[in-house]
C-alpha cells in the first residue's frame, strides 16, 4: 500500500528566511504527487503537483517542490516565508492505476512564521 | 465561479444519532470525494461519487455512507454515531475526478459527537 510520509510535525521560521519542508512517498509504481496547504478553518487549497516530466514543479505563492526518485521525496521550498504561509502542508500521492479522488495524505506539518 | 461549499459548517451531535452531511460542488464538477480529519488519524479517504455513483472506497465502516444527486450535490451520512466519529468532514469536487484535474475541497463540516 502507498504511504506518505512528513517526518516534521512542526517547522518555525523567521519571516524572510528559506523554507523546506520534507515529504517521502513509498509506492513501488511512480507516484503522482500533491502539496495542499490548509490554513485554519478552512479546507485545503492546491499548492503544486508532479505528475511526470520536469522535476522541478512551480507551484502557487512562490513555492516549488523538487521529486527525487532516488530518494523517494517530493520536499516543497520557497525562498523566502511571508507572515501569511503559516498555516499546515500536506504532501499527498495518488498513482497511475488509482483516481484523483483516492488521495493518501501524509500527517501534515505545521509551519509557524515568527515576525 | 463559486466555490465547494459544505453545510452546515458545524454540528454537534450526541453518541447513537445520525448525521446528514451535504456537499455542492462548484458548477460543472461531476465527481465528488470525500475525507475525514481528525487528529489522530489525519486525512482520510471516504468514497467517492461521480455520476450519482460510488466509484471509490475508503476502509470506513459501513455507518459511513453517501449519494449524489442528478445535480452532482452530495450528502453522507453517519448512522449510530461513535465519540471517534469527531471529525472535519471535508468535501471535494472535480470535472471527472482524473488524475490530471485538480481537486477543489470545501471549508469542511466539523462534526462534534458528545
Known amino acids: 500500500a502507498q504511504s506518505v510520509t512528513q517526518p516534521d510535525i512542526h517547522i518555525t521560521v523567521s519571516e524572510g528566511a528559506s523554507l523546506e519542508l520534507r515529504c517521502n512517498y513509498s509506492?513501488?509504481?511512480?507516484?503522482?504527487l500533491f502539496w495542499y496547504v490548509q490554513s485554519p478553518g478552512q479546507g485545503l487549497q492546491l499548492l503544486l503537483k508532479?505528475?511526470?516530466?520536469?522535476?522541478l514543479v512551480q507551484g502557487i505563492k512562490g513555492f516549488e517542490a523538487e521529486f527525487k526518485r532516488s530518494q523517494s521525496s517530493f520536499n516543497l521550498r520557497k525562498p523566502s516565508v511571508h507572515w501569511s504561509d503559516a498555516a499546515e502542508y500536506f504532501c499527498?500521492?495518488?498513482?497511475?492505476?488509482?483516481?484523483?479522488?483516492?488521495?493518501?495524505f501524509g500527517t501534515g506539518t505545521r509551519l509557524q512564521v515568527m515576525l | 465561479k463559486a466555490g465547494v461549499t459544505q453545510t452546515p459548517r458545524y454540528l454537534i451531535k450526541t453518541r447513537g444519532q445520525q448525521v446528514t452531511l451535504s456537499c455542492s460542488p462548484i458548477?460543472?464538477?461531476?465527481?465528488v470525494s470525500w475525507y475525514q480529519q481528525t487528529p489522530g488519524q489525519g486525512l482520510q479517504f471516504l468514497f467517492e461519487?461521480?455520476?450519482?455513483?460510488?466509484?471509490n472506497k475508503g476502509n470506513f465502516p459501513g455507518r459511513f455512507s453517501g449519494r449524489q444527486f442528478s445535480n452532482s450535490r452530495s450528502e453522507m451520512n453517519v448512522s449510530t454515531l461513535e465519540l471517534g466519529d469527531s471529525a472535519l468532514y471535508l468535501c471535494a469536487s472535480s470535472l471527472r475526478g482524473q488524475l490530471q484535474e485538480t481537486q477543489y475541497f470545501g471549508p469542511g463540516t466539523r462534526l462534534l459527537v458528545l
Open positions: 499527498a500521492s495518488t498513482y497511475r492505476a488509482g483516481t484523483a479522488s483516492k488521495l493518501t
Open positions: 461519487y461521480f455520476s450519482e455513483t460510488q466509484r
Open positions: 509506492y513501488g509504481a511512480t507516484p503522482y
Open positions: 508532479y505528475f511526470s516530466g520536469d522535476t
Open positions: 458548477s460543472g464538477h461531476r465527481s
